[in-house]
Every structure is written in C-alpha cells, then in structure tokens.
C-alpha cells in the first residue's frame, strides 16, 4: 500500500512539473505537449532533455516546430514496444478466452457421452411409456445444450478469427515501424542489414551486379556545435527526403547510423551506380537549409559518397567494407564528391589505412 502511494505522489509530481513547464513556456496544453513536458520530467529519456536544454539554452524557448521535431524524432519510436507489448497481452487473453469455451465444450460434450451411455442402459429395461418419455426429454434436453454449445463456440471461434487478423494487421504495421527510422522515414539499420542481405544472396544466385552507395553529410557536427540538435534533425531529414525523391523502384535505402546513409542498388553496375551516386549528391546539394524556429537561411548541405559493387567472393561485411573505404577517401580528398573502387583515391586510402 505504501508503495502504490509513493508512485501516486511521483506521478502526481511528474505531472505538476510537466503542467509547470507548458504553464511557463505559454505551450498549448494539447496531449503532445503534455507528453513531452512528462517524459522530461522523469528523466527517462536522456536524449529528450539533452535536446530540449540546448535549444532553450540557445533560443530561449521552443516553438511548435521545435515540439513536434522532438516528438517525433524521441518520442513516437518509444511507442513500437508499448505497442507490440498490448498487441501480445491482448492475442494471449483471445487465446486463453477461446481455451476456455473449448474446455468448457469438452466437458460437456464428455457429460453428454455419459447421459447417452446412462439413457441407453435404462431404455434396454424400461416397458413404462411415462419413464421412456421422461428419458427421451432428457436425452432432448442434454442435446440440445450440447447444440446451443457447439454454436456459441463456433460464432466464438469466428469471432476470435476476425480478432487474429486484425492482430496480426497490426503486428505487420508495427514490425514495419520498427523497421523504419522514425526521424527520416526511410529504412533503419536493422532493415538494411535484413535487405542487404537479400539483395546480396539474390544477386549471387542470379548472376547480377549489385551496387553499394554509403553517404556522409560532410561537417554534419558543425550544425549541431553551431546550430543545435533540432538544426542537426533537420539536416537529417533533407537529406532523407533527397534520396526518398530521388531513388526509386526497387533500390533499396536507409540510415545506416548517425549522419550516414546506405543505398542499395540491385541489377546495378559501377558505372550506373555512380551516376545515380551523383545525382544523389547534387539533389542533396541543390536543397537551401532553413532554420524553422527562425526561418534563417543556413546554407547548404553537401554529402561524400563512397560506391562498391558486389564480387563473386563477397559477403555483406566485405562489400560495405570497401564502400566506406571509398566514402572515406572522398571525405579525405575535399568532400562533397563521389568516389569508386576503381578510382585512384580508393587505393590511396587503403594504403593509409594498411600504414
């Protein structure tokens, strides 16, 4: 009992000082905002309140933007295991709802077995006609139980078929959630491990060329030491939309970690993939930056591209080896360019790395 009180009075306390802090600030006292403010008052998310006390820190306040920028980058993907979590509580008590009508209909129909073996013991020296008719109502009886049993169990049983498919509709939404990069909406590293991977076998199988892209956003911590995290999101986001409007069909993208993307191009040659590298680069490139709070003009955003194309020997570790290898040498060599494996600059950056 005294426990559950000293988590009421946290709550509560969490609560006063989210409600303190949208009072504060003249925040709308909307369920995003209050969401936010709760989270940063627990503490529980580290991320959350790094950001949040830099940008008041730096601007002194946070406007609607700024709210919705942290909510989506910190707070929606913490929601995926809440959810999975209510999905399995609610598939284990369909499964334990029906275990149950089914037990209940083995019984009875156990209890039937054994009315239908007592009733034909008493036929066989019944001669009265009012004590047949008795047994003859009862049998009736018995098996009409059995009957209405049967098709509650069955309008059950259709019931819980169509809970099970909406269970798993959702369970489909939620695995492709956590499959995907909630700041930038493309896919995350578990997802390009997983298709990478395909890609690879399939290209094997088929005799086909297959083609890396790794990209960088070059002086990516200089927006973020210089404008903050919020303006670091963001570089984040453009650069996600430019592949998501640039590459298409059945090529294949994601944020690899932090400031790093990858593109997988499957039926694709060096050469092909270089022009598509390029035309990455230059659409990243030809995007202004704008900061939303205050609507400054910050300039534009460029990447390094290192690009590799699959051998017969390779595996994934060993082809996104030589792909950061070249993502490296274009760093090294001025940025904001592509380089192969096949270009002089690769080779010069694996005898640094062997120096």
């Known amino acids: 009992m005294t426990a559950s009180l000293d988590d009421l009075e946290r709550t509560l306390a969490f609560a006063e000082i989210a409600l303190g802090q949208?009072?504060?600030?003249?925040?709308?006292?909307?369920?995003?905002?209050?969401?936010?403010?709760?989270?940063?008052?627990?503490?529980?998310?580290?991320?959350?309140?790094?950001?949040?006390?830099?940008?008041?820190?730096?601007?002194?306040?946070?406007?609607d933007d700024?709210?919705?920028?942290?909510?989506?980058?910190y707070l929606s993907q913490t929601r995926v295991t809440d959810r999975i979590d209510q999905v399995g509580a609610r598939v284990i008590g369909e499964i334990d709802d029906v275990m149950t009508l089914i037990n209940d209909a083995i019984n009875i129909t156990v209890d039937f077995n054994a009315s239908?073996?007592?009733?034909?013991?008493?036929?066989?020296?019944?001669?009265?006609p009012s004590a047949l008719k008795t047994i003859v109502e009862n049998l009736i009886k018995t098996t009409r139980e059995v009957h209405d049993t049967n098709k509650a169990l069955e309008a059950r049983l259709l019931f819980s078929r169509?809970?099970?498919s909406v269970l798993q509709q959702s369970l489909e939404a939620i695995r492709a959630e956590s499959l995907t990069?909630?700041?930038?909406?493309?896919?995350?590293?578990?997802?390009?491990?997983?298709a990478l991977g395909t890609a690879?076998?399939?290209?094997?199988?088929?005799g086909e060329p297959l083609s890396l892209m790794m990209l960088d956003i070059d002086h990516f911590k200089s927006f973020n030491d210089n404008y903050g995290h919020l303006t670091g999101d963001q570089v984040l986001r453009l650069v996600g939309m430019s592949l998501k409007q640039t590459i298409k069909g059945q090529d294949i993208t994601a944020r690899y970690g932090g400031e790093e993307f990858a593109v997988v191009l499957p039926n694709t040659p060096l050469r092909q993939a270089l022009t598509v590298a390029d035309h990455i680069r230059r659409a990243v490139m030809s995007k202004e930056l704008k900061k939303k709070s205050t609507g400054e003009?910050?300039?534009?955003?460029?990447?390094?591209?290192?690009?590799?194309?699959?051998?017969?020997?390779d595996d994934m570790d060993s082809l996104i080896g030589r792909a950061d290898a070249c993502l490296y040498a274009a760093k090294r060599n001025g940025r904001n360019r592509v380089i192969c494996e096949v270009d002089p600059e690769y080779q010069s950056e694996i005898t640094f790395q062997v120096a």
């Open 200 to 206: 690879i076998e399939s290209a094997h199988k088929r």
């Open 116 to 128: 239908l073996a007592g009733a034909g013991k008493q036929l066989a020296g019944v001669h009265n």
């Open 297 to 313: 003009i910050l300039g534009r955003v460029t990447i390094s591209v290192g690009v590799a194309m699959l051998t017969h020997s």
């Open 22 to 63: 949208i009072r504060s600030l003249r925040h709308r006292a909307v369920p995003r905002n209050y969401e936010i403010w709760y989270v940063y008052a627990t503490g529980y998310n580290p991320a959350l309140n790094r950001v949040i006390n830099e940008t008041l820190a730096r601007n002194g306040r946070l406007n």
């Open 66 to 73: 700024d709210l919705d920028q942290i909510h989506d980058s």
């Open 181 to 194: 990069d909630p700041l930038t909406a493309l896919g995350n590293r578990k997802y390009f491990d997983r």
């Open 162 to 164: 169509s809970e099970v």
